[in-house]
C-alpha cells in the first residue's frame, strides 16, 4: 500500500524545500527494493509468462518500480528529481546527442533533440502528474523513435517542449504553454501542421488532447490558436497513456496488481496541486490558479461530451492504453466518447482515430522499456504502434 505516513499539503520546489524526515524515509526505500529484489525475481520466475509476451526482466522491471513507487510519497520522489532542462541536456551528453533551446513565451521552452532540419516534426509533451520533470524514459524513447524512423527512411525533428510544474505553477499555466509550444512549430519554425505529430505521455497526454481542444474551444485565458487554411489540420495526436480523469473510483484504479506506475494517492495529490477542486475551498498552502479555475474539459477531457471533439482538426489520432495500468478504465471510457465525437463530423470509416488496449502493458510502457540496459530492445504493442502512426503520418507528407 501507498504510503501516505507523511502529511503533505504542497511538492518541494527544490530538494531543500524536503524534510530530513522524508530524506531518512526516501533512503529506507532504496534499501527495501535493494533487498525486495531476489523476492521478486523469485516469485516472476514461478508465476505465468507475461501477457504481453516479453521476458521475465520486463516484468521484473515493472515489479521494481510498483514496489518503490507504493512506498514513497511524491514529495520524496522529487528528491531523485533535478530540472527538466538540466535532465535534458544530461541525458543527451549520455547518448552523445546535440541539444539547443529555444525561449517561449510564457516560461515555456523548446529543446530541440538533435539535428533540426524543418520538414518533419514530433513535438512530444513528457508526463509526471504536472509535477515532475522529465524523465530518462521520456528522451530515451525518443531518442529511439528517432531513430527507428531514420532507419526507415524518414528524417524528423524531435521538439520537446519543457513547461511550467506543479504546485509553483497550477493550471491553467501548463495548457497555455502547450498552445505556445504548437504555435511556435507553426508560426515560429514554419511547419506545415499536416507534418507535425503532436504527442505526449500521461499528463503530456491530457496536455496534447486540451491543446487541440483550445484549437476548437479557445479557453478563455489563452489566446487562441488558428490553423492556416491551407493546412488546417495537425498530420496525427499521439496520446499515449492519458491522464484524462482525477477520479479514484474506476475499477482498474482500485485494483492492486503490483504492476502499475500510477497510484490513487497520487492521483488525489498531483490533481489537487495542478487545480482546486470543486467540492472543496482552496488550499491555503497552495498558490491560487488563474482567476480561480478548477475541473473543467480541459484538465480533465473525460468530462467532455463527444460533440466537444467533433471537427477535431487532426487527420490521424492514437490513444493508447495498458492493459495492467490502473488508469485504464477511465482511457477506455474516454476513448469511447472521443471516438464518438469525431466520427459525428467525419465520413464513415474516416475518422482517423484508433483506440488501442495494449495487451500485458502498464503505464506508459513504451517509455520504460528504455530501462533494460544490455538487453535486446524487445517491442510492446506502445512501441509498436507509436512508430506505425510516425511512419504512416511522415510518409503521406
Given amino acids: 500500500m501507498p504510503n501516505a505516513v507523511v502529511p503533505v499539503s504542497f511538492a518541494p520546489a527544490t530538494r531543500k524545500d524536503v524534510t530530513i524526515k522524508e530524506r531518512i524515509g526516501a533512503i529506507i526505500v532504496a534499501l527495501k ?45 522529487n528528491l531523485l528529481s533535478g530540472p527538466t532542462a538540466v535532465g535534458i541536456y544530461k541525458f543527451a551528453k549520455q547518448l552523445n546527442v546535440n541539444v539547443t533551446t529555444d525561449e517561449l513565451p510564457h516560461g515555456a521552452r523548446i529543446h530541440w533533440w538533435g ?36 532507419k526507415n527512411g524518414i528524417e524528423v525533428d524531435v521538439a520537446i ?3 511550467s510544474l506543479t504546485p509553483a505553477a497550477r493550471y491553467p499555466v501548463q495548457l497555455r504553454q502547450s498552445v505556445e509550444g504548437l504555435r511556435y512549430m507553426i508560426s515560429g519554425c514554419g511547419y506545415n501542421p499536416a507534418n507535425i505529430i503532436f504527442g505526449g505521455d500521461s499528463a503530456g497526454g491530457c496536455l496534447v488532447l486540451s491543446a487541440v481542444s483550445h484549437i476548437m474551444h479557445p479557453h478563455p485565458a489563452i489566446e487562441p490558436l488558428v490553423l492556416p487554411e491551407s493546412s ?41 496541486w495542478l487545480v482546486d477542486r470543486p467540492d472543496e475551498p482552496r488550499h491555503k498552502d497552495l498558490p491560487p490558479t488563474d482567476d480561480k479555475y478548477t475541473w473543467d474539459e480541459y484538465n480533465q477531457p ?15 489520432t492514437l490513444i493508447l492504453i495498458g492493459e495492467e495500468e490502473t488508469l485504464c478504465d477511465s ?25 488501442v ?31 506505425s502512426l510516425c511512419e504512416d503520418t511522415l510518409k503521406e507528407n
Fill in 33 to 77: 527494493v535493494v533487498a525486495a529484489i531476489p523476492i521478486l525475481v523469485v516469485k516472476i520466475l514461478l508465476s505465468a509468462k507475461a501477457k504481453s509476451g516479453k521476458p521475465w526482466i520486463y516484468t521484473l522491471r515493472s515489479r521494481i518500480l510498483n514496489f518503490a513507487l507504493a512506498r514513497v510519497h511524491p514529495r520524496q520522489i
Fill in 161 to 163: 517542449l519543457e513547461y
Fill in 302 to 316: 473525460i468530462q467532455a461530451a463527444p460533440s466537444w471533439w467533433t471537427g477535431l482538426p487532426v487527420k490521424k
Fill in 232 to 272: 488546417p489540420k495537425l498530420g496525427a495526436l499521439l496520446s499515449i497513456s492519458p491522464w484524462v480523469s482525477f477520479s479514484t473510483d474506476y475499477p482498474s484504479m482500485k485494483a492492486q496488481n503490483n504492476k502499475d506506475v500510477v497510484f490513487p494517492n497520487f492521483v488525489e495529490v498531483w490533481s489537487r
Fill in 357 to 387: 488496449v495494449c495487451k500485458g502493458e502498464i503505464h506508459t510502457e513504451c517509455l520504460y522499456d528504455t530501462f533494460i540496459p544490455g538487453m535486446p530492445p524487445v517491442l510492446g504493442m506502445m512501441a509498436e504502434e507509436v512508430w
Fill in 115 to 150: 539535428e533540426k532540419k524543418g520538414q518533419r516534426v514530433i513535438l512530444y509533451i513528457h508526463g509526471g502528474g504536472y509535477n515532475l520533470p522529465i524523465g530518462e524514459q521520456h528522451t530515451g524513447f525518443m531518442h529511439r523513435t528517432k531513430e527507428v524512423l531514420k
Fill in 331 to 355: 482511457i477506455i471510457e474516454f476513448g469511447q466518447k472521443f471516438r464518438e465525437g469525431v466520427e459525428m463530423g467525419a465520413p464513415a470509416g474516416e475518422s482517423g482515430v484508433k483506440v
